[in-house]
C-alpha cells in the first residue's frame, strides 16, 4: 500500500492590497479601508502558484464578509497565465450595496468602512468543470 502524500495547494494568498492613486498598499488589521476606499477602489490580491503544479489552469473565488462566493473568471495557462509566471495579481470589487445578508442570514454591511473578511479559494481547473459545480477539495488543490 502507497503512503498517502499530503496534497499541496494549487496557488497561495500571499498578500492583500489597496488600490490607491500612487499604487498598491498592503491591508491589515491596522490599516483597514477607509468609507471612500470601499466606495471606489477595488481589492488587489497576489497568489503564489505551486511551481510544481504550474501547467495547471486555476479556479478562484471571492468569499467576502461571508457573503455567497464570487466566481472569478477561469484562468488558463499560456493564455490568461502566461507559462513560468510564479506570482499572479487579480482584484475583485466589494459588492455595490450597503446591506446584504450573508449565507448564515446575518447582516453584513459590505459598503462599510472598517475590517471585513475575505477568503479566497483555489482549485485546479478541470476541463469537466466547465459551466458546472467548481471543486475546492483538498485534493484537487484548494488553497
Known amino acids: 500500500m502507497q503512503p498517502e502524500i499530503a496534497q ?3 496557488a497561495t494568498l500571499t498578500g492583500l492590497y489597496r ?4 499604487g498598491l498598499d498592503p491591508l491589515t488589521i491596522n490599516t483597514p479601508l477607509t468609507r471612500d476606499e470601499v466606495r471606489r477602489n477595488p481589492i488587489f490580491y497576489e497568489l503564489d502558484l505551486h511551481p510544481e503544479l504550474s501547467d495547471d ?8 464578509d ?3 462566493p464570487m466566481r472569478m473568471l477561469d484562468l488558463h495557462r499560456g493564455t490568461d497565465i502566461p507559462r513560468g509566471v510564479r506570482f499572479w495579481p487579480d482584484w475583485f470589487d466589494i459588492p455595490p450595496y450597503e446591506e446584504m445578508h450573508d449565507i448564515d ?5 459590505p459598503r462599510a468602512p472598517g475590517i471585513h473578511t475575505i477568503q479566497i479559494r483555489t482549485g485546479r481547473r478541470k476541463f469537466a468543470q466547465m459551466g458546472r459545480v467548481r471543486d475546492f477539495s483538498p485534493a484537487n488543490g484548494d488553497g
Open 8 to 10: 499541496q495547494p494549487v
Open 19 to 22: 488600490g490607491k492613486f500612487g
Open 57 to 64: 489552469n486555476l479556479i478562484i473565488d471571492i468569499i467576502y
Open 66 to 68: 461571508n457573503l455567497s
Open 105 to 109: 442570514g446575518r447582516r453584513v454591511y
